[in-house]
Structures are given as structure tokens and as C-alpha cells.
């Protein structure tokens, strides 16, 4: 099985209320990573964790949270959503060793109005 | 710093016909290099790698792509597109095993049956 879900797939938050997505994989990858992609760009990664160990891009430091409370589960945390939250988040799970080779869930979409 | 880009926004071709897609990569030294695809209301799959070797790495699905360290490219081909080819293309660059992804701005492509 190569599935990595996430949950939810769709999600409406109002602009200063707080947003959890959640993210899931069983193959015992040791890193599992968030990107956000906008319409029309590139995914941008937001960070990763490398088995316990949380790494966050310097300028999304501060914006999003996150939690791997075991192997299989990660969690991105955003405590006061704003409008340019909106966006597809995308989870992606990887083996190291595995040549870089990410699997994708099918992202879950926030809409912050 | 390693950037990626992929000239082409949108391309749009016939059931049947061949198909490139452009990657132009900005690294100095050689790197790993990936085609990633969104079909619709899925996530990202890996299409085909290149880490070194022959320079023409095949992939899923019928496609191809070529790495050229001259042009600093990996285009995409496939001989003769199918309307289920109809998908966002992204073009990946890590700068070595175990780095973060770089990814180009995707290439929307629309097969008309």
C-alpha cells in the first residue's frame, strides 16, 4: 500500500479561526513532508520532519505549526487563518534511501474567507 | 541556487500525437532530476528519475525524458499522447540524495480527443 490520505479533503475557515489538517501513511516512511500550492505555482515546501525532528523553511517559520505524534501521522497547524492561507495543502511521505521518491496524498483544500 | 523552470505554461496537443515537455534547470553541479504528475483531483505521482547514467531514463505510462547536462534540460516526451495524458507536468530537481525538492511551475497539459 501506497496511500498517504489526508484529511480533511475540503475545508472552509474563517479568517482568525484555527485549522488542522491531518496527514497518514503505512508504508514506515521516515520522513514525511507539507507543501502548500497556490493555483498557477509551483508547490512550496513549508516543512518536513526527518523521523522526530521538525524542519521549517525560514520564511514560513512562523506561520505554520505542526506535530508527528508517531511514524505514521503528521499534522499542519495554522492558528489564525488568513486569507492568503487559502490554497491546496499537499502531504507527501519519503523513505530515506529512497532516492528522493515522494508519495503525494491528494491534498486538502483550504478556503479561508 | 538550483532553480527549475518550465517555459511552457499550457500546451495543448491532439489524441495521438507526440509530445515534449520543456525543463530547463539552473544547478552547477549534476543533479537528481524528476517528472512528477497531478492528474485531476489526485496527488502527485512520480513519472520517472534521473540520478545518472543513460541520459534517456524511460517511465510510466510511455514516457520518456532525456537528460542534457550541455543545455542544463530534461524535457519530456511521449511518443503518442492518450486523452487520460490530459494532467499538470512538474519538472523536480534535488541537488543531491536526501535534499529537498525544487520544483518547476508545472506545464498544463490538455489532449483533444
Known amino acids: 500500500d501506497t496511500t498517504v490520505k489526508q484529511n480533511p479533503r475540503y475545508k472552509l475557515a474563517r479568517v482568525g479561526k484555527p485549522v488542522n489538517l491531518i496527514c497518514s501513511q503505512t508504508?514506515?516512511?521516515?520522513?514525511m513532508y507539507w507543501y502548500q500550492k497556490k493555483p498557477n505555482q509551483a508547490p512550496k515546501l513549508l516543512l518536513f520532519?526527518?523521523?522526530?525532528?521538525?524542519?521549517r523553511e525560514a520564511d514560513t517559520f512562523e506561520k505554520f505549526q505542526s506535530s508527528r505524534p508517531n511514524n505514521s501521522f503528521c499534522s499542519l497547524y495554522i492558528g489564525s487563518a488568513g486569507l492568503e492561507y487559502s490554497a491546496m495543502y499537499l502531504c507527501?511521505?519519503?523513505?530515506?534511501?529512497?532516492?528522493?521518491?515522494?508519495?503525494f496524498g491528494e491534498g486538502s483544500r483550504l478556503i479561508v474567507v | 541556487a538550483q532553480s527549475v523552470t518550465q517555459p511552457d505554461a499550457r500546451v495543448t496537443v491532439s489524441e495521438g500525437a507526440s509530445l515534449q515537455l520543456r525543463c530547463k534547470y539552473s544547478?552547477?553541479?549534476?543533479?537528481?532530476l524528476f517528472w512528477y504528475v497531478q492528474y485531476p483531483r489526485q496527488g502527485l505521482q512520480l513519472l520517472l528519475k534521473?540520478?545518472?547514467?543513460?541520459?534517456v531514463v524511460q517511465g510510466v505510462n510511455g514516457f520518456e525524458a532525456e537528460f542534457s547536462k550541455s543545455n542544463s534540460s530534461f524535457h519530456l516526451r511521449k511518443a503518442s499522447v492518450h486523452w487520460s495524458d490530459s494532467a499538470v507536468y512538474f519538472c523536480?530537481?534535488?541537488?543531491?540524495?536526501?535534499?529537498?525538492?525544487?520544483f518547476g511551475g508545472g506545464t498544463r497539459l490538455t489532449v483533444r480527443p
Open positions: 520532519y526527518y523521523d522526530k525532528i521538525l524542519n
Open positions: 544547478y552547477s553541479g549534476t543533479p537528481y
Open positions: 507527501a511521505s519519503s523513505r530515506l534511501g529512497g532516492g528522493n521518491t515522494l508519495y
Open positions: 508504508m514506515n516512511h521516515d520522513t
Open positions: 534521473y540520478y545518472s547514467g543513460d541520459p
Open positions: 523536480v530537481l534535488a541537488f543531491n540524495a536526501g535534499a529537498k525538492l525544487t
